[in-house]
């Protein structure tokens, strides 16, 4: 127990002193426009213009433009400004008099789309105006598909190594234990993955992905590094059933499987980038091993039991170890990301995942140390614990994904 609390204070103190040293960045955001908005112009201004608050790449840039009564007027294809890729500009064709709404759409450095919206008039305001209807889709089943999907690749990941690692211990393989549930398992994450690339393709409002790729346009697909993490995915499950390989290679490829999970987030929004996305990559390699292992355990919880020190002093420690590295990335991660200081004053939904996540794992921490004991004193294993402690982790994962799509303190 000594051990767990020295831990956790070296984590508070790392937390507050990187609390200052990162610059925090949020998804591309507003900082201005021509005109400015609810401005009240006596002619047509020629353009729009609007400044964001990072560099934009112009194919994946929408403007689209309504008068009062609802109804979209033609524009031009939107250009960036010469020596300024932060600013998007877009010509005006001849307009009445009257109240016009612009929406602009724009893909953020880490890959998630951001619209902003700007109301002008010209001449005089209009006395009715109807707004233009919300044509950004609902990224609920993109959660909801990416946690599944994500959440069978982070544990069969981490469930390969600890079955490999256990045979040495004369215990069962990974294959023994699961039998044709892993081909079940790679057809739902090849199924999972392909779900995930239509849904956020649907997301962006400015361009096509699955049009891009079809034309081979990687300059513009590389710009959204969600899209990139799809498609590499991809690539290492077709890999990962290339059969006669020697065992190598599986690890190999499973460690690549999860270690791309960590590109395709907040991460790239965050400066100093190489430092979001290693702490970003040590969190999701570590959650991975922490949730295989657990669910290692419960599968072949009966041959474990039969008594296996050598085993059990192995699986303690590297069970305590990722455990201590999860929550000390994560708090790093927090760290980084947002400032520490202002969570208490927000009431975002980021930081009521964040509540979640926290609790969850101190929960799997708690159970974790009653777990210990009865294996160590009893040499059993509680069942109903084992459940509860991987019921507990996938909801920390979720809550974390589900941030990962959301705007966080600070945007």
Do not use: C
Not at 278 to 297: E, I, N, P, Q
Not at 369 to 391: D, G
């Amino acid at each position: 127990m000594k051990r767990y609390l020295f831990s956790l204070w070296i984590m508070l103190m790392l937390v507050f002193s990187l609390g200052g040293m990162a610059s925090v960045q949020a998804h591309a955001g507003l900082m201005g426009s021509t005109p400015q908005e609810g401005e009240v112009l006596k002619t047509n201004p020629g353009q729009l213009s609007f400044q964001f608050t990072e560099t934009l790449e112009p194919d994946l840039v929408s403007i689209r433009l309504y008068d009062w009564n609802g109804i979209e007027v033609r524009l031009e294809q939107p250009t960036l400004q010469p020596g300024d890729a932060s600013r998007v500009n877009v010509r005006l064709p001849e307009l009445a008099q009257g109240t016009y709404n612009a929406i602009v759409a724009v893909v953020s450095e880490d890959g998630h789309p951001v619209e902003e919206r700007l109301s002008f008039s010209i001449g005089q305001k209009s006395a009715t105006v109807v707004m233009p209807e919300q044509r950004q889709s609902d990224s609920t089943y993109l959660i909801v598909y990416r946690h599944l999907t994500q959440g069978l690749l982070l544990l069969g990941g981490g469930m390969y190594f600890v079955a490999w690692r256990a045979q040495r211990f004369g215990l069962p393989s990974f294959t023994q234990v699961l039998g044709m549930g892993r081909q079940i398992g790679w057809f739902l994450m090849v199924i999972g993955l392909f779900f995930l690339w239509f849904l956020y393709d649907e997301s962006l409002p400015a361009v096509s992905l699955t049009t891009i790729l079809l034309q081979g346009n990687w300059g513009v697909l590389l710009q959204s590094p969600f899209a990139i993490m799809l498609l590499i995915s991809l690539l290492w499950l077709l890999l990962l059933v290339i059969p006669g390989m020697v065992t190598g290679w599986y690890l190999f490829i499973w460690a690549l499987l999860i270690s791309t999970q960590a590109f395709g987030g907040h991460a790239w929004g965050i400066s100093p980038v190489w430092l979001s996305l290693a702490l970003r990559l040590l969190h999701v390699g570590t959650v991975a091993l922490w949730l295989g292992a657990l669910f290692y355990l419960l599968l072949t919880s009966r041959q474990v039991e039969q008594g296996n020190p050598v085993f059990k002093r192995f699986f303690l420690r590297m069970v305590a170890i990722a455990a201590i590295l999860a929550v000390l990335t994560g708090a790093l991660m927090l760290a980084v990301q947002t400032d520490v200081g202002s969570l208490l004053e927000s009431s975002m939904t980021w930081n009521y995942l964040l509540y979640v996540k926290l609790a969850s794992f101190l929960l799997m921490l708690g159970i974790a140390f009653r777990q210990n004991r009865y294996w160590r004193q009893q040499n059993t294993l509680q069942a109903s614990l084992l459940r509860w402690e991987l019921m507990l982790g996938i909801v920390a994962m979720l809550a974390g994904l589900w941030m990962s799509h959301t705007q966080y303190p600070g945007t």
